[in-house]
C-alpha cells in the first residue's frame, strides 16, 4: 500500500543515516565482516580499512595505465609496463624482419599526403578486388556491418590494364530522399590523387607488380578533375522519410548538439552505404536495390581466398600501398595466424602527415575491420566443415541434388541439428550462444543460482581515463570526445573490458569473496558496448529459500486478513501462523544481506537545480576526490546517472519525462 511505501522509505532512509553515521569506528576484519555481513552493526562495506586498501590498490592499477610504442612492430596500446611485451618475448615475429610493419611512414610525405586523403570511392577505383559487404553508418556516427563478405575480382584483361575503373562501375548504390542532391564531399573524384597513387601502387606494390596490373592513362582522364561524381546509381526511399538504418537507442545527450555534427566530420571523408531499414530490422526495397545494383566490369565468380595470396594488399590499396605487413600472405620467416595479424595492425599506429599525431589508420577505415572479422568467421566455418565432413562421411557424399531431396523431407531438421552442433565454437552464432546459455545454466544448477545480476555500462564522452590514452591531441571539447570515440572503436571497447575485468577482481573477487562469477558484453544498436552478468558469493544465506520463505508468508497473511476467511482447524491455522513467523525472520535476514550489499538510496534532498555539474561527475577520478567530498560526489552522480525514475522539478535525460 501507498502507506507501507512510506513506512519503508523511512526505515530505509533510518538505516542508511545511521550506517553513514557510525563511519565504522568499530572496524572489523574481513573474515568476520563478511560471515556476519551486516552493516548497521560493523558499519558500510566501503568504510573497511580492508575493503579500501583493496579500492586503493585499482585505482592505482588503473593510474599506471598508459600508452607506449614500441619502435619495434610500431604498435601503440596502452600497458602498466614500461616496455612491449611480445616483442620481448619474440623480437622478429611482429618485426619489419618477418614483414609484419606497415609502411605508411615510409612513404615520401607527398605521397603518404595523397594515400592519407583518399575516399573510399577513390579507393575502390584503383583496387583490383572489390570486397561486396554492407556497411551501414548509426545515426550516432558509429558503423556497422550486416552480413557476408564476397570478394570479386575484375576480368582478367581489365585486371592487367583497364584500372583505375569508371565510376559508374562500381558497386554503391545510394538511398536517399526524393528531390535531395549529392553534394557531399566523400562523393569527390579528385583526378590527380587517384593518378599518383595508382601510379605508385603500380609502381612500388610488389603485389600490384606480380599481378602485372598497371595504369590505363586514358581511363584516368575520363575522372572528374575534382567534383562530385554523378554516375553513381541511385534509388529514391519510396515512403520519401528520414533515412535511418536502424531503429536504435540514441542513449543520453548531455549539451551534445548532433545538428551542429557535420557529416564531415563524423565519417572523416569516408563513404558509407546507407540502407533503410522498417522497424523489424528488415530491408526495404530489397528487390529494387538488387535489380540497381549490378556488376559489368567483374567476374562472375567470387575470389578463391586460399590460392590468391596478399588479398589485403589488393582489396585495400590505401593501408597497404607497398604490399607490406598483409596477413594473408603466407611466406614469412616466422609463421602467424592471420587472426593474429589483423590483431596486431588495428594497434598499429601511423604518423599523420597533417597533424604529425599518431592514429590508428588500420581502425578507423571504414570497411577493413569488418572484412577481416568476416574472413576470420567463415575460415573458421569451413574447417568446422572439414571436422563434420570427416566425422561423418555418409552427409560428406551427398550430392546437390540429395540436398534439396533432404530438406523436402522431414529429416533436413535433423540434419541441420547435427550440422549446428560443429558451430558451437564460431564467436556470434546461435550455437555458440546456446552452449553458453547451457554453461550458465550448468553453474546454476552445480554451483548453486546467483546472488545477484548486474549491469555495466560507461560513460562515452566523459570517461578522462579514457579519453588520455587516445592518441592524437588532446581532446578538449564534447564535440572531439565524441570524435575519439567513433574513431577508435577498438580501443574503447578494449578499454572497458579491461577496466571491468580489473573492477570485478576487486570488488566481487578480493572484497566480496564470490564463489563465481559470469558476464558477457552486448553492443547497444549505437554501438556502446555494456556487460551483464550474475554473480554468487560466498557469504549468500540462500536468498532463494529466504525469498520464498517471505512469498509463502504474505500469503500466509493475506489470507487470514481477508473478510471471508474462516479458520477451519487449529492446524492448518497454526500452519498459516507459522508460515508468517517464517517470513518474518527471512525478511529480516534478506533486509540485512541486501542493505549491506546494496543501496537505492538518493541522498539528495534540494532538487530545483536543473543542471549537470561541471565538471561532469563521470570525468572525475574517484581516488583523486577528498573523503569528506565522496558523499557529495556519490549524490551528484547517481541524480546524473540514474534515469529509470524521473522528477519534472529535477534533472533527467528522459525527453519523454520533459515533454510530460
Same mark, same amino acid.
Given at each position: ?223 572528374? &578533375?575534382?567534383?562530385? $561524381?554523378? *554516375?553513381?546509381?541511385? !534509388?529514391?526511399?519510396? #515512403?520519401?522519410? %528520414?533515412?535511418?538504418?536502424?531503429? @536504435? ?12 555534427? &557535420?557529416?564531415?566530420? $563524423?565519417? *572523416?571523408?569516408?563513404? !558509407?552505404?546507407?540502407? #533503410?531499414?522498417? %522497424?523489424?530490422?528488415?530491408?526495404? @526495397? ?22 590468391? !595470396? ?351
Amino acid at each position: 500500500t501507498p502507506e507501507e511505501t512510506l513506512i519503508n522509505r523511512h526505515l530505509s532512509k533510518t538505516r542508511y543515516q545511521r550506517n553513514l553515521a557510525l563511519q565504522i569506528q568499530n572496524t572489523v576484519d574481513k573474515e568476520l565482516y563478511l560471515k556476519e555481513f551486516d552493516s548497521s552493526k560493523n558499519g558500510p562495506l566501503h568504510e573497511q580499512q580492508w575493503a579500501k586498501k583493496e579500492f586503493q590498490n585499482y585505482y592505482n592499477n588503473m593510474d599506471k595505465l598508459n600508452q607506449f610504442y614500441c619502435n619495434n612492430c610500431h604498435e601503440l596500446w596502452p600497458t602498466t609496463l614500461s616496455y612491449c611485451k611480445q616483442c620481448k618475448d619474440d623480437s622478429i615475429k611482429y618485426s619489419r624482419e618477418n614483414d609484419m610493419v606497415p609502411t605508411l611512414d615510409d612513404l615520401p610525405e607527398d605521397i603518404k599526403f595523397q594515400f592519407e586523403n583518399l575516399t573510399m570511392i577513390e579507393e575502390m577505383l584503383i583496387s583490383p578486388i572489390i570486397p561486396v559487404m554492407s556497411i551501414i553508418r548509426l545515426s550516432s556516427g558509429a558503423l556497422a556491418s550486416r552480413g557476408f563478405c564476397a570478394n570479386f575480382n575484375q576480368n582478367l584483361n581489365e585486371l592487367i590494364t583497364e584500372l583505375p575503373r569508371l565510376p559508374k562501375y562500381l558497386p554503391i548504390l545510394i538511398l536517399k530522399k526524393k528531390n535531395q542532391l549529392n553534394q557531399s564531399k566523400n562523393f569527390i573524384v579528385n583526378r590527380k590523387r587517384v593518378e599518383i597513387c595508382l601510379k605508385y601502387l603500380c609502381e612500388k606494390n610488389i603485389h600490384f607488380i606480380s599481378n602485372g596490373i598497371k595504369m590505363n592513362n586514358d581511363l584516368c582522364q575520363t575522372l572528374p &578533375e575534382n567534383d562530385i $561524381i554523378t *554516375d553513381l546509381k541511385e !534509388i529514391h526511399d519510396k #515512403d520519401d522519410q %528520414e533515412v535511418t538504418p536502424w531503429k @536504435q537507442d540514441s542513449g543520453p545527450v548531455l549539451n551534445e548538439n548532433f545538428s551542429n555534427f &557535420e557529416e564531415e566530420e $563524423i565519417c *572523416d571523408n569516408e563513404f !558509407i552505404d546507407i540502407f #533503410d531499414e522498417n %522497424e523489424s530490422n528488415e530491408p526495404l @526495397q530489397d528487390d529494387i536495390i538488387k535489380n540497381t545494383i549490378n556488376f559489368p566490369t567483374m567476374s562472375l565468380n567470387t575470389v578463391n581466398e586460399f590460392t590468391n !595470396i596478399a588479398m589485403c594488399s589488393l582489396i585495400f590499396p590505401k593501408l597497404f600501398p607497398t604490399g607490406a605487413a598483409d596477413p594473408t600472405v603466407k611466406s614469412r620467416v616466422k609463421e602467424i595466424t592471420e587472426g593474429l595479424g589483423f590483431k596486431h595492425l588495428l594497434k598499429c599506429v601511423a604518423t599523420n602527415s597533417k597533424t604529425k599525431k599518431f592514429y590508428y589508420p588500420f581502425a578507423q577505415h571504414p570497411r577493413f575491420k569488418f572484412w577481416a572479422y568476416d574472413r576470420l568467421r567463415r575460415h573458421r566455418s569451413l574447417e568446422q566443415c572439414k571436422i563434420f565432413m570427416k566425422q561423418n562421411p555418409n552427409e560428406s557424399n551427398l550430392s546437390v541434388k540429395d540436398l534439396k531431396d533432404l530438406l523436402k523431407t522431414g529429416e533436413s531438421d535433423t540434419f541441420m541439428k547435427k550440422m549446428s552442433a560443429y558451430s558451437s565454437n564460431i564467436t556470434g552464432s546461435d550455437s555458440y550462444w546456446y552452449k553458453r546459455r547451457i554453461e550458465l545454466q550448468s553453474t546454476f544448477e552445480q554451483m548453486k543460482p546467483a546472488s545477484a545480476f548486474f549491469t555495466f555500462s560507461y560513460p562515452d564522452n566523459h570517461w578522462d581515463d579514457l579519453h588520455r590514452l587516445i592518441p592524437g591531441a588532446p581532446a578538449k571539447s564534447d564535440q572531439e570526445k565524441r570524435r575519439n570515440v567513433l574513431s577508435n572503436p577498438h580501443l574503447v571497447d578494449w578499454f572497458f573490458s579491461y577496466k571491468l575485468d580489473e573492477f570485478l577482481k576487486t570488488v566481487f573477487d578480493n572484497v566480496l569473496d564470490c564463489e563465481w562469477r559470469w558476464h558477457r558484453y552486448e553492443w547497444q544498436s549505437r554501438s556502446s558496448i555494456h556487460a551483464h552478468g550474475a554473480v554468487r558469493f560466498k557469504n549468500d544465506p540462500n536468498l532463494i529459500d529466504l525469498t520464498s520463505k517471505v512469498y509463502a508468508g504474505r500469503l500466509a497473511f493475506k489470507k487470514i486478513n481477508e473478510s471471508n476467511y474462516v479458520q477451519q482447524n487449529l492446524e492448518s491455522h497454526q500452519k498459516l501462523l507459522d508460515l508468517i513467523i517464517q517470513s518474518n525472520h527471512a525478511e529480516k535476514k534478506v533486509i540485512s544481506y541486501t542493505d549491506t550489499l546494496i543501496t537505492a538510496m538518493n541522498t539528495k534532498t534540494d532538487f530545483t537545480d536543473k543542471s549537470v555539474p561541471v565538471p561532469h561527475p563521470c570525468s572525475l577520478c574517484t581516488n583523486r576526490i577528498n573523503d569528506e567530498c565522496l558523499s557529495k560526489d556519490y549524490e551528484e552522480l547517481i541524480n546524473c546517472c540514474q534515469r529509470h525514475s524521473c522528477r519534472l522539478e529535477g534533472y533527467c535525460k528522459s525527453s519523454l519525462a520533459k515533454n510530460h
